[in-house]
């Protein structure tokens, strides 16, 4: 089954609210009172989940993707082969 559109879609929006936190807490990191050492460790942390599940997205939508490949490959060989044959109605 191919994979619809709206995943790919999903996926990005998802990466874009990742590096908006990303964008949010650095700025927040520039203000005096709310700098700490833990903000890196928070960047960190957020920036190591958003690499783990994009492994894991592609991981899976790459399995997927071989999966049609191989499927929509039998399909345009069987084609193929059907337009080369003669019908079985030809005069001769």
Sequence with gaps: MPIKVHVYRTIAELNAGF??????????????FLRSASMTTIHSAISRIRAQVNQEFTLTLHQ?????????????????????????????
Excluded at 66 to 86: D, H, I, M, Q, W
């Design 64 to 92: 997927r993707e071989a999966s049609n490949v191989a499927y929509f490959g039998r399909l345009c060989a069987e084609s193929a082969t059907e337009t080369k044959e003669p019908s079985s109605g030809a005069l001769t």
């Design 19 to 32: 590096e908006k936190v990303l964008q949010d807490l650095q700025t927040l990191g520039h203000v005096n």
